[in-house]
Nanobody
Framework: QVQLVESGGGLVQAGGSLRLSCAAS????????MGWFRQAPGKEREFVAT????????DYADSVKGRFTISRDNAKNTVYLQMSSLKPEDTAVYYC?????????????????WGQGTQVTVSS
């Protein structure tokens, strides 16, 4: 089992940057594929980015490709989401999630463990 705690959210102007962090408990972080998802007000939660256990494979939603970068530090049990060129439509609660073993995936139901979320608000 793993517990996830996100941080780094906040208010930023359009065009700005933020880095989200997700700290995981336990000694087996390197067994988990990690993902970032987001939920905007009135919308369903959607996939943002995912990274494999070793960090060698990543995938992104088309809406964030070229602007967001997912990375991980297995020594620190932490996954990051670097967000640049932020747009008002990026405003959402951002969640990190963990999937034990297997491959990277965009499907939310493949992730068993979820954090509590962190709010990102982008003003125009």
């Amino acid at each position: 089992q793993v517990q996830l705690v996100e941080s780094g959210g906040g208010l930023v102007q359009a065009g700005g940057s933020l880095r989200l962090s997700c700290a995981a408990s336990g000694r087996t972080f390197n067994l988990y594929n990690m993902g970032w998802f987001r939920q905007a007000p009135g919308k369903e939660r959607e996939f943002v980015a995912t990274i494999s256990r070793s960090g060698g494979t990543t995938d992104y939603a088309d809406s964030v490709k070229g602007r967001f970068t997912i990375s991980r530090d297995n020594a620190k049990n932490t996954v990051y989401l670097q967000m640049s060129s932020l747009k008002p439509e990026d405003t959402a609660v951002y969640y990190c999630a963990a999937r034990l073993l297997g491959l990277v995936t965009k499907r939310q139901n493949e992730y068993r463990y979820w954090g509590q979320g962190t709010q990102v608000t982008v003003s125009s």
